[in-house]
């Protein structure tokens, strides 16, 4: 009987999100995913370019690759993104610090696709273990949210080009924050993503030797999979699926899949952890073992947590306290790279 209940907390909690989205045209747009690109007209041109990205080391690395400058004042950090957007607010990176004391640890946190508020819960909790905690907000979220936006519908959506820059965006932002962590004195640099956020979480864990540990919450290898099954991404779909095919989609989004980057993920000196619910519908949990399964195929096994709980019932009690112990014991080394529980 609790579980029919969570299974309609769940449902009610997908529909209010629901109210704000609105479907868009589908668009190609490979010129804002891959800058050097000219006059792609076809799908086809458009996979060719995602396959020559999967196979470049450079398409998540800053090119400056320079100490970066950051402003910080007052718990907050503020620099600029190294991907230009045309959009002011989203080009202009917030990240919001809960300082630990004496410590030389941080804990980055990606938030949820469109995440309304910060998270001080998560802040708190570990700041309160010892570890500074930076949440940045993603591309057109929060502080970087677009002017009369109802959603981030840019960060996601059936535009492929504007997706993948904006999932490149948020890698490079993130790989900068890391410097200029590192360059502020933390050494023992960990991050943490929630949905889309553990996407964003994965990709710079993949290509970022600096990051020592990486918790994935709720998320999954294709993110064309997610779209193309996920409940909470129906509009972008019913956009898609009149012009493209599923695995069309696969091949035009495969750099932003985790499971491009399994071998990468599955290096010695990276603790994994993986929490599922398996009532999820947004992210469904064949996906995701489908990841965990190819990382074991590389060589590890990542710790999972498998809870009996759906997408947003995560954050109900007891699953979020059980989720903040496992997090924890990962990030004080008490979970080796490659343990399973």
């Given at each position: 009987?609790y579980?029919r209940?969570?299974?309609?907390?769940?449902?009610?909690?997908?529909?209010?999100?629901?109210?704000?989205k609105?479907?868009t045209?589908?668009?190609?747009d490979?010129?804002?995913?891959?800058?050097?690109?000219?006059?792609?007209?076809?799908?086809?041109?458009?996979?060719?370019l995602?396959?020559?990205?999967?196979?470049?080391?450079?398409?998540?690395?800053?090119?400056?690759?320079?100490d970066?400058?950051v402003?910080?004042?007052?718990?907050?950090?503020?620099?600029?993104s190294?991907?230009?957007t045309?959009?002011d607010?989203?080009?202009?990176?917030?990240?919001?610090?809960?300082?630990?004391?004496?410590?030389?640890?941080?804990?980055?946190?990606?938030?949820?696709?469109?995440?309304?508020?910060?998270?001080?819960?998560?802040?708190?909790?570990f700041?309160?273990?010892?570890?500074?905690?930076?949440?940045?907000?993603?591309?057109?979220?929060?502080?970087?949210?677009?002017?009369?936006?109802?959603?981030?519908?840019?960060?996601?959506?059936?535009?492929?080009?504007?997706?993948i820059?904006?999932?490149?965006?948020?890698?490079?932002?993130?790989?900068?924050?890391?410097?200029?962590?590192?360059?502020?004195?933390?050494?023992?640099?960990?991050?943490?993503?929630?949905?889309?956020?553990?996407?964003?979480?994965?990709?710079?864990?993949?290509?970022?030797?600096?990051?020592?540990?990486?918790?994935?919450?709720?998320s999954?290898?294709?993110?064309?999979?997610?779209?193309?099954?996920?409940?909470?991404?129906?509009?972008i779909?019913?956009s898609?699926?009149?012009?493209?095919?599923?695995d069309?989609?696969?091949?035009?989004?495969?750099?932003?899949?985790?499971?491009t980057y399994?071998?990468?993920?599955?290096?010695a000196?990276?603790?994994?952890?993986?929490?599922?619910?398996?009532r999820?519908?947004?992210?469904?949990?064949?996906?995701?073992q489908?990841?965990?399964?190819?990382?074991?195929a590389?060589?590890?096994?990542?710790?999972?947590?498998?809870?009996n709980c759906?997408?947003?019932?995560?954050?109900?009690?007891?699953?979020?306290i059980?989720?903040?112990?496992?997090?924890?014991r990962?990030?004080?080394?008490?979970?080796?790279?490659?343990?399973?529980v």
């Amino acid at each position: 009987m609790y579980h029919r209940w969570l299974d309609r907390w769940d449902e009610r909690r997908a529909r209010r999100g629901d109210t704000v989205k609105e479907q868009t045209a589908f668009a190609l747009d490979a010129e804002l995913a891959f800058p050097d690109s000219h006059g792609v007209t076809s799908l086809a041109e458009f996979c060719a370019l995602a396959d020559r990205a999967t196979l470049d080391p450079t398409f998540f690395a800053d090119p400056s690759q320079q100490d970066p400058v950051v402003d910080r004042e007052d718990g907050w950090i503020r620099f600029t993104s190294s991907v230009s957007t045309g959009c002011d607010e989203n080009d202009l990176v917030w990240a919001k610090v809960t300082e630990a004391k004496s410590s030389d640890r941080a804990l980055l946190v990606f938030h949820h696709w469109n995440a309304s508020a910060w998270s001080s819960k998560i802040a708190k909790f570990f700041s309160r273990r010892g570890i500074t905690v930076v949440e940045m907000a993603l591309p057109y979220h929060l502080e970087r949210r677009r002017p009369s936006s109802s959603h981030a519908e840019h960060m996601l959506s059936p535009n492929l080009g504007r997706t993948i820059q904006s999932m490149r965006q948020a890698v490079l932002d993130g790989r900068k924050l890391i410097r200029a962590l590192k360059c502020q004195g933390y050494e023992d640099i960990s991050v943490l993503g929630m949905s889309l956020g553990g996407w964003v979480a994965g990709l710079i864990a993949a290509h970022d030797s600096a990051v020592r540990r990486a918790a994935l919450l709720l998320s999954a290898g294709s993110l064309a999979d997610m779209v193309w099954t996920g409940r909470a991404t129906r509009h972008i779909r019913a956009s898609l699926e009149a012009e493209v095919s599923l695995d069309n989609l696969r091949q035009a989004w495969a750099p932003l899949n985790l499971e491009t980057y399994a071998e990468k993920l599955a290096r010695a000196d990276l603790g994994l952890q993986f929490v599922f619910g398996t009532r999820d519908t947004v992210v469904l949990p064949a996906l995701s073992q489908q990841l965990v399964s190819k990382l074991k195929a590389a060589g590890v096994t990542p710790s999972m947590l498998e809870l009996n709980c759906g997408h947003y019932s995560l954050s109900l009690p007891p699953y979020a306290i059980q989720v903040g112990l496992t997090v924890s014991r990962l990030l004080s080394g008490g979970q080796p790279p490659g343990a399973s529980v």
